[in-house]
């Protein structure tokens, strides 16, 4: 018996085996315990393994490509179009067999235990930002529940936190005083935990050439750089800069049919957090073209016809784009000269 392709659904004890052979002829259909995984493809000659990229798939892929078999990950949205009916394990399994066959379904490149490491940086940074905006909002809300408020920004926060930590301060009851103690020591734990991670990304940023170069784009702090090599460590995997964008969900959403061309809003398919950074990058970049029009006359004439958040997106697209080029072509981001036609001097 030859197996020549496995389908592996991936689960967290219980794991779905489906074999075939040259033939293409079902073989093994079989469910393995976590600890019986290894075991079971040490036993086997080289053969192709498909896996879905999902949670803990990339540690898998390692796993078992030490085995001698040639691992690929292949996005799940991809595989439902396999499921021939109920879906379950057993039926996840064999779609997965199915599709890691077709010389057109896309695969995505297992990671390195160090890449995943730095993206986990900007994954838990992303969390505790969103940790400490809620516990700001929170301050915010029960100090209005008592009639205190203060503006907005930092400096509205503080006001409010040098309230709640002044013992003297007889416009918090005792009760509300410890309990917004508690919500100021975890905004506070946030913010030491933020720097520190941010201290690490700037180091990774000033030791990796791919990051730097991506930081001469406008719009791409350290931040957003960092985030896109530790997220795309090879950016040949895509052919355009096109490809590269649509990935990130920054394309239309296509839905033409009869010869008519419809394009609808964004996709907002692919990674959500380089989205958003783009995005984020592209407002602030926007806000320097109203400033400062003649510096950014392709942005200008784009404010001038739509709405600035359509605008922000466009030009993320371009970003994405740009960075794609950088990253393949190993080049610096060239600011493009407004050149100015002289003004003829006045006759007589």
Request: glycine share 0%.
């Given at each position: 018996m030859q197996i020549t392709t496995i389908g592996f659904?991936?689960?967290k004890n219980v794991f779905q085996v489906h074999a075939i052979d040259e033939a293409e002829k079902v073989v093994i259909q079989k469910q393995l315990r976590r600890a019986q995984v290894l075991p079971f493809f040490a036993k086997l000659m080289p053969c192709l393994v498909g896996m879905e990229a999902c949670a803990s798939a990339h540690h898998w892929a390692r796993q078992i490509t030490r085995l001698g078999h040639e691992v690929r990950l292949i996005p799940a949205k991809d595989v439902k179009a396999y499921v021939k009916r109920n879906k379950n394990d057993k039926a996840d399994a064999a779609a997965i067999c199915e599709a890691v066959n077709r010389p057109t379904v896309r695969t995505v490149p297992v990671k390195t235990p160090d890449q995943q490491a730095s993206l986990m940086q900007h994954r838990v940074r992303d969390l505790l930002v969103r940790?400490?905006?809620?516990?700001?909002?929170?301050v915010r809300a029960h100090m209005a529940e008592l009639g205190i408020i203060a503006a907005q920004g930092y400096e509205g926060l503080k006001a409010l936190i040098s309230i709640i930590t002044d013992q003297h301060d007889e416009r918090l009851p005792e009760d509300a005083r410890v309990s917004l103690l508690a919500i100021a020591?975890?905004?506070?734990?946030?913010?030491?935990?933020?720097?520190?991670i941010e201290k690490r990304l700037l180091v990774q940023h000033r030791n990796s050439e791919d990051s730097k170069r991506l930081e001469t784009i406008p719009g791409i702090g350290v931040i957003g750089a960092s985030a896109i090599v530790a997220t795309?460590?090879?950016?040949?995997?895509?052919?355009t800069g096109r490809d590269f964008a649509a990935w990130i969900g920054l394309v239309s959403r296509e839905q033409s049919t009869g010869g008519k061309q419809r394009l609808g809003p964004i996709s907002k398919q692919g990674d959500r957090y380089l989205r958003r950074l783009l995005i984020l990058g592209a407002l602030s970049v926007l806000k320097l073209a109203k400033a400062h029009p003649e510096r950014h006359p392709w942005l200008s004439r784009l404010l001038a016809r739509k709405p600035p958040k359509v605008a922000a997106v466009a030009l993320a697209n371009k970003m994405a784009r740009i960075a794609w080029a950088l990253l393949t072509k190993q080049e610096n981001y060239r600011t493009q000269v407004i050149t100015v036609a002289p003004v003829p001097a006045a006759s007589g």
């Open positions: 659904d991936l689960a940790q400490r905006t809620q516990a700001i909002n929170a020591t975890q905004i506070r734990s946030c913010e030491v935990e933020l720097r520190a795309v460590p090879d950016a040949h995997i895509f052919k």
